[in-house]
């Protein structure tokens, strides 16, 4: 048998072993060091579709690193941008101590190329969810698929409110995705006016965390808006590592700092992100962010 075709027969057991060891890892709780126990790890993370014509950058090629960084960080709340529901489930299986939730942006649970979700997974063994739901940027934000803001496609914001298990204290998060492109920076702040004006609707005074891919620059417009009443984590935070730049395209060389944790009425104790590869694979073509917010 040649050594072509014994790699052929042996990849498939070896992915499945991966995984399964991956699996393993994720049930066990990460350790908590001294003083650490009110930090709350928070992770930006846009997955990056599964498009079939993403060549050797496959979801089905690069999901074991996904689910490795995962694993690897350790996060009690991820906010995932660009989730279809086929990622979700996979995920959700790997992941036994996290649950999920978010809707379809396109107003339906289609597993399509467009259909991505403002996926939120938190670890139940930290978080007990108390209510969620989702709005649309549009004139009428609580159409499931509204597109009115003059944008090409529906855009949107999951949202839950969360016990702290550890504490008792409750929080809310929300979870978005803004249009790209540098031509819609006065769509981007029209739909960054109605996230706040929702935030101030549904969350009132309690303590807020916003992850999202924001397709901002950060000395633009957009992020002067929403940090005027929140603050940027990685401008924030006293202990910074990772690269700054986060979009990628798959080549390990970021020319963007456009993935986000914003909040209010928390402490920040670090921020990183997490530019994991294998060889030229990489988990996503943007570097999740963590950050490590502490109770006030």
């Known amino acids: 048998m040649t050594?072509?075709?014994?790699?052929?027969?042996?990849?498939?057991?070896?992915?499945?072993?991966?995984?399964?060891?991956?699996?393993?890892?994720?049930?066990?709780?990460?350790?908590?060091?001294?003083?650490?126990?009110?930090?709350?790890?928070v992770m930006t993370f846009n997955v990056r579709y599964a498009s079939p014509n993403d060549g050797v950058n496959l979801w089905e090629n690069r999901r074991a690193?996904?689910?490795?960084?995962?694993?690897?960080?350790?996060?009690?709340?991820?906010?995932?941008?660009?989730?279809?529901?086929?990622?979700?489930?996979?995920?959700?299986?790997?992941?036994?101590?996290h649950a999920w939730f978010g809707k379809g942006r396109n107003g339906n649970e289609v597993d399509g190329n467009g259909n991505e979700h403002m996926g939120l997974f938190y670890d139940t063994r930290r978080l007990t969810l108390l209510r969620q739901g989702d709005f649309w940027y549009s004139e009428t934000p609580d159409v499931p698929g509204s597109a009115n803001f003059d944008g090409p496609m529906p855009r949107m914001a999951t949202w839950g409110e969360f016990e702290d298990t550890r504490n008792g204290k409750r929080f809310f998060l929300f979870n978005t995705h803004l249009p790209h492109t540098d031509a819609a920076e006065a769509l981007r702040e029209r739909c960054a006016r109605l996230l706040l004006a929702r935030i101030r609707q549904l969350a009132g005074d309690a303590p807020v965390v916003v992850t999202g891919d924001f397709n901002a620059h950060p000395d633009g417009p957009t992020h002067k808006l929403l940090t005027a009443q929140l603050s940027d984590a990685?401008?924030?935070?006293?202990?910074?590592?990772?690269?700054?730049?986060?979009?990628?395209?798959?080549?390990?060389?970021?020319d963007a700092r456009i993935d986000w944790v914003l909040f209010r009425q928390f402490g920040i104790r670090s921020?990183?992100?997490?530019?994991?590869?294998?060889?030229?694979?990489?988990?996503?073509?943007?570097?999740?962010?963590?950050?490590?917010l502490t109770w006030l």
């Not at 014994?6 to 070896?14: E, G, Q, S, V």
């Not at 924030?236 to 986060?246: D, F, H, L, V």
């Not at 994991?276 to 963590?290: I, Q």
Request: charged content about 15%.
């Open 271 to 292: 921020v990183h992100s997490v530019d994991d590869h294998e060889g030229p694979l990489y988990p996503s073509d943007h570097y999740p962010v963590v950050a490590e």
């Open 234 to 254: 990685w401008e924030q935070a006293p202990q910074r590592s990772g690269p700054e730049k986060t979009a990628h395209a798959f080549t390990g060389n970021p």
């Open 3 to 41: 050594a072509h075709r014994l790699r052929a027969l042996f990849a498939p057991l070896l992915i499945v072993l991966v995984v399964g060891v991956l699996s393993a890892c994720a049930s066990s709780p990460r350790p908590v060091a001294a003083g650490e126990a009110a930090a709350l790890r």
């Open 65 to 97: 690193l996904t689910l490795k960084t995962i694993v690897d960080q350790q996060p009690d709340l991820i906010g995932m941008q660009e989730l279809l529901l086929g990622q979700a489930t996979w995920l959700d299986q790997q992941l036994p101590h």
